[in-house]
């Protein structure tokens, strides 16, 4: 009689469970959904560059969802893959826009000196508004209407942010190493004067004949606006 073939024995399972079998089914899948995430969130980025662009020029209203998809070189229906409407992309624009523009106050920490730290916000905030300018004159358009689409945003994520660096400022200031100041005309002087620079350049050009597109010039706002925020911030004698 010929010998029989016999298969490798498997070893044995653990008592109430079945031996797991190599199927296709059980090998790892590829990678695919991270890819797809990849190529969704540089989608959605490109059409908000293409929005905010068109939304700095023409506002809201004046900007139509054709300019936008073919701006983004998209086709208006997968436009509307990503976003629900142009107001939907609107505050997509603004809500990316004003967490970029608040990540600089984020760093403000209580056991940083004041002076250096409130200093290099200055520098950080002078330089966002030379590399977007676009991004702060549509969000200074947006708040001289009224916000109506960024209310929410403004009354929760930014106000909890605000209020939590206004402790830090009280902080600084209870220690002794600020003179007495209110942290939020502080905060708004220097949104101000570091914005004034992106969102009135025609003006500055006008009189000066010169802008943030100057790397001397974006040196010199940065070193002036310092010296007029800071130099009202050290302690003095008579505080």
Avoid at 54 to 68: A, K, P
Avoid at 121 to 148: D, N, W
Avoid at 175 to 192: S, T, V
């Amino acid at each position: 009689m010929g010998r029989l073939s016999r298969r490798p024995a498997q070893p044995d399972a653990p008592a109430g469970k079945p031996l797991a079998l190599k199927t296709a089914a059980a090998r790892p899948a590829r990678p695919k959904t991270a890819n797809r995430l990849k190529r969704i969130e540089a989608k959605r980025g490109a059409i908000l560059d293409a929005a905010l662009a068109l939304f700095s020029r023409y506002g809201l209203h004046g900007t139509t969802v054709e300019q936008i998809a073919r701006t983004a070189a998209v086709s208006k229906t997968n436009l509307f893959y990503y976003f629900a409407s142009k107001e939907d992309v609107y505050v997509g624009v603004l809500s990316r826009l004003l967490d970029q523009w608040l990540e600089p106050l984020r760093d403000l920490q209580l056991d940083t000196d004041p002076i250096e730290g409130i200093g290099e916000y200055i520098r950080r905030k002078v330089l966002f508004s030379r590399t977007h300018p676009e991004a702060s004159r549509l969000f200074c358009l947006e708040m001289v209407q009224g916000a109506p689409l960024l209310r929410h945003e403004l009354e929760t994520s930014l106000k909890q942010l605000v209020d939590a660096k206004a402790e830090v400022i009280r902080g600084w200031t209870a220690a002794g190493k600020l003179g007495p100041i209110d942290p939020y005309h502080l905060i708004f002087a220097i949104w101000a004067t570091t914005q004034h620079y992106a969102d009135f350049a025609s003006q500055v050009d006008a009189l000066l004949n010169t802008g943030l597109d100057d790397e001397r010039f974006v040196e010199e706002v940065t070193r002036n606006v310092q010296r007029i925020i800071l130099d009202g911030l050290r302690v003095r004698k008579d505080d």
